[in-house]
């Protein structure tokens, strides 16, 4: 009975050591790096004079443990004269210095521009946002600090309506992009539509529109 008890315990200590073993490493995992931290905020401020004539701050670093991004550190920017906020870091297929400038930029740009024609078209929509990748490359860099038009994005426009998919929502859709085209806003990219309940849940798969 005693070795029995013995053999349990051990078991139990074992059990007990990695799961304390996976939670450090967890924890670990999860707390960023100082020295890359300082690291990449020194690249920042290099990159920033040199390609930057705004005043800016780097108010804070991003670390990136769940690769969600081309980067593990990132440097947060604020353009002042603007307020937009941006990323600065090293590029993992470039290994040189970027940004999402021009990315964060345009992207309120044509939420400004579009918010009017949002809410008169879609009169059940709760929110809505404009998407564009940032994994696009120099063009939406501070490297090539055009307008959207000049580079010819292809932007992802996102709207919620709070409620089923109709019969008349393609249709609807599509007239909304006839008046970004009448605008000179966009020429190219594409439309969701998203059914989400105010609660958050999703009703419907999205309607997506390519122009």
């Not at 304390?20 to 920042?44: C, L, N, R, W, Y």
């Not at 605008?183 to 122009?211: C, H, M, P, Q, W």
Request: net charge negative; proline share 2%.
């Amino acid at each position: 009975m005693k070795r029995g008890i013995m053999v349990f315990l051990a078991v139990l200590g074992a059990i007990v050591l990695l799961i304390g073993g996976i939670i450090v490493v967890f924890i670990i995992s999860m707390t960023p790096d100082a020295e890359k931290e300082e690291k990449v905020t020194k690249q920042a401020e290099e990159y920033m004079s040199k390609h930057f004539d705004h005043e800016f701050k780097i108010y804070d670093t991003l670390f990136d443990n769940m690769g969600n991004f081309e980067f593990e550190y990132a440097a947060k920017v604020r353009d002042i004269e603007d307020e937009i906020d941006f990323l600065v870091y090293e590029s993992g297929t470039t290994s040189s210095m970027t940004d999402t400038y021009a990315s964060e930029k345009w992207t309120k740009q044509l939420e400004e521009e579009l918010e009017r024609d949002v809410r008169e078209t879609f009169k059940d929509s709760h929110r809505f946002f404009v998407y564009l990748d940032p994994r696009e490359g120099p063009k939406l860099s501070l490297e090539h600090p055009g307008t959207y038009e000049e580079a010819e994005i292809e932007p992802a426009i996102h709207i919620e309506v709070a409620r089923e998919r109709n019969d008349e929502d393609e249709e609807l859709v599509n007239g909304f992009v006839d008046v970004m085209k009448e605008r000179d806003l966009l020429t190219d990219g594409k439309v969701f539509l998203d059914y989400i309940a105010n609660g958050g849940e999703i009703l419907d798969d999205s309607l997506i529109v390519e122009f």
